[in-house]
């Protein structure tokens, strides 16, 4: 039987954006995101709690507060639920990388009820 060692790290950040439509943008409205983070270590080498939160609230920090239509990123592409999963996975995954983790999976809550989720899967 093979084991798996995986870390569980629930995050929250307030940032605001507004739908993009053929018609024009929809209005901006704020949501509390919910990020949940799966990390899988390697080897049996334990990471502490610290680094791992640390790590993740600078990425979450570095929009906080802020409309996420304004961000680089999502200059063309629409701030949607499931796009911020996907920028999230991209800028969470090399950083867990240098701990010597990975991101195994990662979901993304808008509100209580709707969230997207990527799960890394090997092959």
């Known amino acids: 039987m093979a084991l798996t060692y995986t870390y569980k790290i629930k995050s929250y950040v307030n ?3 507004a739908m ?10 704020n949501h509390t ?8 270590i390697k080897d049996e080498q334990m990471i502490v709690f610290r680094d791992i939160e640390k790590t993740i609230q600078t ?4 929009f906080s507060g802020k409309k996420l ?18 920028w999230l996975y991209k800028l969470i995954s090399p950083k ?3 701990l010597s983790a990975k991101l195994t999976c990662i979901e993304v809550g808008e509100s209580p009820t709707r969230s997207f989720i990527i799960t890394d899967v090997e092959e």
């Open 96 to 98: 867990m990388e240098a």
């Open 20 to 29: 993009r439509w053929e018609d024009g943008e929809g209005k901006e409205h």
């Open 69 to 86: 239509n304004s961000l680089p990123y999502f200059e063309e592409i629409n701030p949607t639920v499931e796009n911020v999963t996907i």
């Open 33 to 40: 995101w919910e990020v949940i983070c799966e990390i899988g």
């Open 59 to 62: 990425v979450l920090g570095s």
């Open 15 to 17: 940032a605001s954006h």
